[in-house]
């Protein structure tokens, strides 16, 4: 059984940073896409970032490109999400999620495994 644990999030001024990791557990990778995904209240979950696990291409929503870096840590089985020039519109829940096959897969329905999810908040 896959398991993803957030970790990471907490309180930052604006233009600040955060690096959120997410470790998982119960199977090999390969070949899997690694997904981040936030929530903020009152609104739909979005797609923020995703990683191929093997080959390392990376993808990202407008709204972070340049700000953020996904990467990972085979070693480790945990995948980071490194945020700079943070901004109050940047506040959410930030949520990992995987799924088997690396390709671009911005869609919620396109992960079957997600975690638990961390709180990011942004002060103005």
């Known amino acids: 059984q896959v398991q993803l644990v957030e970790s990471g999030g907490g309180l930052v001024q604006a233009g600040g940073s955060l690096r959120l990791s997410c470790a998982a557990s119960?199977?090999?990778?390969?070949?899997?896409?690694m997904g981040w995904f936030r929530q903020a209240p009152g609104k739909e979950r979005e797609f923020v970032s995703a990683i191929a696990w093997t080959a390392g291409n990376t993808y990202y929503a407008d709204s972070v490109k340049g700000r953020f870096t996904i990467s990972r840590d085979p070693a480790k089985n945990t995948v980071f999400l490194q945020m700079n020039s943070l901004n109050p519109a940047d506040t959410a829940v930030y949520y990992c999620?995987?799924?088997?096959?690396?390709?671009?897969?911005?869609?919620?329905?396109?992960?079957?495994?997600w975690g638990q999810g961390t709180q990011v908040t942004v002060s103005s």
């Open positions: 999620a995987a799924r088997y096959y690396s390709a671009y897969y911005p869609a919620v329905n396109d992960y079957p495994y």
């Open positions: 119960g199977r090999t990778f390969s070949d899997y896409s």
